[in-house]
């Protein structure tokens, strides 16, 4: 099992970055895939989610009305799309599944297999 995060980068407030994370190993529709993100210094927080079926999402009070996830089952892959980016959203950006989850944020100890992250940095 595997999943590849990319996308990252250095822009400048108010850009736009797309995030993917390619999920392979396993079957991709019983997953619910999520985001999260950890700044410097600061623990790892939840940003995003979409759920197994129905492609139901979730999302942080911080990111609502930016940030967007999608999920295209025939590319096992998830997106996250950030647009107005801040400087405070910079973190390293992972995804995450949760077999058979609602998109919401679940314990830590639920989530099945993590990326290995990508970073983002948003400039003043």
């Known amino acids: 099992v595997q999943l590849q995060a990319s996308g990252g980068g250095l822009v400048q407030a108010g850009d736009s970055l797309r995030l993917s994370c390619v999920f392979s190993?396993?079957?991709?529709?019983?997953?619910?895939m999520l985001w999260f993100r950890q700044a410097p210094g600061k623990e790892r927080e939840f940003v995003a989610g979409?759920?197994?079926?129905?492609?139901?999402?979730s999302y942080a009070d911080s990111v609502k009305g930016r940030f967007t996830i999608s999920r295209d089952n025939r590319k096992n892959t998830v997106y996250l799309q950030m647009n107005s980016l801040k400087p405070e959203d910079t973190a390293i950006y992972y995804c995450?599944?949760?077999?058979?989850?609602?998109?919401?944020?679940?314990?830590?100890?639920?989530?099945?297999?993590w990326g290995q992250g990508t970073l983002v940095t948003v400039s003043s």
């Open positions: 995450a599944t949760d077999k058979y989850g609602s998109g919401e944020p679940v314990a830590a100890d639920e989530y099945d297999y």
């Open positions: 190993g396993l079957t991709f529709n019983r997953y619910a």
């Open positions: 979409i759920s197994w079926r129905l492609s139901g999402t």
